[in-house]
């Protein structure tokens, strides 16, 4: 057996592992073996972070935007040299496909990159004055030490745009990434200070989430919250943040709707979502969950679409053709029973995919695509998170919009036509953060990642998401 690696917190750019401190297991989701154990934070950690990360903002603030450019740019070059290990290590750790875990490093390069050139144009402006010899003025100023906390599901890219967020507006960051998958951030962490990043201006801290949370938000050093995850605990995040009055930045869950019109081009469209619908086993927040097909294509697609999930690989992500990895925790594959079994029992059939969980190691869930699925089935208001495909029928657009603004979510939905009268019927009325006609790609570094209702506050990409790390001041200087 390989042995266990000891991995812990990275605090002033210092491992801090062991000392009596409390451990967890990390976990290989295809295979349940345990490949790391990864030592807790205290109390007295969490402290050393945050004030460390104010240290960290003075120095790292008082350089010019030149100067932090370039530092994020050699980040985004050493990223990609080290794109086999870190894609390596997100596969051993989360079970995504080698695949999508360069996808993922490629992606977090990406951002570092465009973040590098844009943190030079945060630009205050001049305001005409109301009297002679006053000069007004806006100032943007970065808003301190940022807490962020980014979860399992895709561990470097959430925790690289935090942190590439923050460093490029000129902030500190204390992050803390997802326990069940800690390697690459560790390793993207350690390349900024390999970078220039000063040590004290990215701390890493894992530990127990309620009580990390709870310290850090409290901390009088940190300015900011940014998190990703459940609605659930950024309810909870929101509050603690509202009484301690910090700026949040918030991604939350999504539940997104894919309506495929009777002009859409069905077998690309089939096509597309498969692929789209079971990347990283469906754990993805703006993942398609739920398909409402016109009743004129509704078997032509459900048909191309099951023949396309039939065909898929489920294994290790690390072997060779594989298409989908295991689930990220054993406890998903629990749900996706719940979920399947729910909506068996509200009338729906099971087009392919296995009703029971598979009898082999690792947390795996087949592929799995319900049809005649009720509107009462859990899985149609509730955020899945796994690889699940319902599909419903529809033939009236006005209805099939209405029956997809009606949950509690609104991060991304998607729709397929030929007709632009129809795409732009659409894209103005699904009230989300983000609409995707014809494409599934909605996540580019250039362009805001926002949600609406329960599905954040905040913006968390593009000069949106900059600004959200920006304090205002209004200056009036007379002679």
Not at 31 to 36: A, H
Not at 59 to 73: D, G, H, I, K, V
Not at 384 to 402: E, H, N, Q, S, W
Request: charged share 20%; hydrophobic share 45%; net charge neutral.
């Amino acid at each position: 057996m390989a042995a266990i690696n000891q991995i812990g917190s990275l605090i002033a750019g210092k491992d801090v592992t062991q000392g009596g401190r409390d451990t967890r297991p990390v976990f290989n989701p295809a295979t349940g073996e345990t490949i790391g154990m990864l030592s807790l934070a205290s109390l007295e950690d969490i402290d050393a972070a945050a004030e460390n990360a104010q240290k960290g903002f003075l120095e790292w603030s008082a350089r010019s935007a030149f100067e932090r450019a370039r530092c994020l740019q050699a980040v985004a070059a050493q990223v990609r040299a080290d794109a086999e290990l870190m894609a390596a290590l997100l596969t051993a750790e989360q079970g995504k496909t080698l695949n999508e875990a360069r996808g993922e490093v490629a992606g977090s390069a990406d951002l570092f990159e465009w973040l590098a050139e844009e943190g030079k144009r945060i630009y205050g402006r001049t305001v005409p004055a109301r009297s002679a010899g006053v000069q007004q003025m806006v100032q943007l100023e970065p808003v301190g030490p940022v807490a962020a906390f980014s979860p399992w599901n895709y561990p470097l890219a959430l925790a690289a745009r935090k942190i590439a967020h923050a460093l490029a507006a000129g902030c500190s960051v204390v992050i803390k990434p997802a326990e069940e998958a800690p390697s690459a951030v560790l390793h993207l962490a350690r390349i900024c200070i390999r970078c220039g990043v000063p040590a004290n201006a990215i701390q890493v801290l894992f530990g127990v989430p309620s009580m990390v949370s709870e310290r850090l938000i409290a901390s009088r050093h940190i300015r900011k919250v940014s998190f990703t995850g459940s609605v659930t605990v950024g309810r909870h995040l929101a509050a603690l943040a509202g009484q301690a009055l910090k700026k949040v930045t918030f991604e939350l869950g999504g539940h997104s709707a894919v309506i495929v019109m009777d002009d859409a081009d069905v077998d690309r469209a089939a096509q597309m979502s498969v692929a789209s619908k079971f990347r990283n086993a469906g754990q993805i927040c703006i993942a398609p969950s739920r398909f409402f097909v016109h009743e004129a294509i509704h078997d032509r697609f459900v048909s191309e679409f099951v023949r396309h999930s039939k065909n898929l690989s489920v294994g290790d992500g690390a072997m060779a053709g594989t298409d989908m990895g295991p689930l990220a925790h054993q406890r998903r594959a629990e749900v996706m029973q719940m979920y399947t079994e729910d909506a068996v029992l509200a009338g729906a059939r099971i087009a392919v995919g296995a009703p029971d969980r598979p009898s082999r190691a690792g947390y795996f869930w087949e592929p799995t695509v319900l049809t005649d699925v009720s509107d009462g089935a859990r899985l149609m208001r509730e955020e899945v998170f796994g690889p699940i495909a319902p599909m419903v029928r529809f033939d009236d657009l006005d209805k099939v919009i209405a029956r997809a603004n009606d949950v509690d979510f609104g991060l991304a939905s998607y729709a397929f036509t030929g007709s632009l009268k129809t795409a732009r019927a659409i894209q103005d009325r699904l009230k989300v953060g983000m609409v995707g006609i014809n494409t599934f790609s909605v996540t580019a570094p250039e362009m805001p990642f926002a949600g609406t209702k329960d599905s954040g506050l905040g913006v968390a990409q593009g000069i949106e998401g900059l600004l959200d790390h920006m304090n205002v001041k209004s200056v009036y200087r007379a002679d």
